[in-house]
């Protein structure tokens, strides 16, 4: 049995493993960047907890991959999506958060009171874990939509919408995110179709008019994407009406696919309950079915998803965390 050793908040860090990037134990350690993620881990700190966010990438979640993000509170003229959670992370490294981008969290596990955090490279424990590791685009898997991937197929119009100025292409889906990416679209690209599976669009009534009035839009609405064509690059898309049964081939240059999302909670399964869908199920103090672990943001099981309800969740989280290790004291 390895030798144990106690932590700042009392419980046990096994000597035998590497603890943190500071050499302490944390009270609480954040899974995921996004909104509801750094949210916690402002409220966290605040609390006078010690606190380590954890993200795969670089922070921000979905968010920065947004252009203009108008129904946050706060910004009467919109702000750019980078810019808003550039501003999250400088406000949670002024409280002094310790975060630790490009770090994956590979399985979340429980040893007695405390808990086990494991990367490629750390076993970090804690008695508190908030996860709000958020979604990613969810693909089709359609004939051409892996092979044309990043020549011509895209999830993100931020990080590739400049590649097809003067080009014609295709968004998939009119939901928000299909509609705000594809306004951000329209200022480099030379027209877009819109392709929706439903008979109708989903997204904001503002967004569906002020596209809809725009010259270089139009919509297939009721119809499936069935393939994405072309040789070394996308030359056309296959669609389907689901009516007539009939299918098209449009010729297009590029695919920005918007199909909805995934949540990041692979390496929950052995874990943390999980709903059909694979997001979190929490309470509303945002409790896990496992003590101490939370969940907050996109990742949870819930039907709203949006910026500011992912900061709620984080909120909400990180307090519940605080009476959590309170209670573990007492």
Request: with cysteine.
């Amino acid at each position: 049995m390895k030798d144990l050793k106690i932590g700042l908040t009392g419980h046990p860090v096994s000597s035998g493993s590497k603890e943190s990037v500071t050499g302490k134990s944390f009270d609480v350690i954040i899974i995921g960047g996004g909104p509801a993620g750094l949210t916690s881990a402002i409220y966290a700190t605040r609390e006078n907890l010690s606190t380590l966010l954890l993200e795969k990438i670089s922070c921000g979640g979905l968010p920065a991959t947004t252009d203009i993000i108008e129904n946050y509170p706060g910004f009467p003229e919109g702000i750019k999506g980078m810019e808003l959670v550039q501003k999250f992370k400088e406000q949670a490294k002024r409280f002094g958060v310790n975060i630790t981008e490009y770090k994956e969290v590979k399985q979340v596990s429980s040893e007695g009171n405390s808990l086990l955090v494991e990367t490629s490279d750390n076993t970090y424990h804690t008695p508190a874990v908030i996860v709000g590791s958020g979604s990613i685009p969810k693909k089709l898997n359609i004939p051409g939509e892996k092979e044309f991937m990043g020549k011509g197929v895209s999830y993100c119009a931020i990080c590739d919408g400049p590649l097809f100025k003067d080009m014609d292409i295709a968004v998939i889906g009119c939901g928000n995110s299909g509609l705000q990416e594809g306004e951000f679209l329209l200022n480099h690209v030379k027209n877009i179709t819109f392709i929706e599976y439903l008979p109708y669009m989903t997204g904001a009534r503002i967004l569906q008019e002020k596209l809809q009035k725009n010259e270089k839009a139009e919509f297939l609405l009721n119809h499936a994407l069935t393939g994405v064509n072309g040789g070394d690059f996308v030359e056309s898309v296959t669609v389907k009406d689901r009516n007539s049964g009939e299918e098209k081939e449009i010729a297009v240059s590029g695919v920005f696919i918007y199909a909805g999302f995934l949540p990041n909670t692979g390496f929950l399964e052995s874990s943390v309950k999980l709903d059909d869908a694979g997001y979190i199920i929490t309470d509303e103090d945002m409790k896990t079915s496992v003590p101490g672990i939370f969940g907050a943001g996109d990742v949870r099981s819930k039907n709203i998803r949006q910026i500011d309800t992912a900061c709620a969740d984080g909120t909400i989280a990180a307090i519940s965390a605080r009476n959590y290790i309170n209670e573990l004291k007492s």
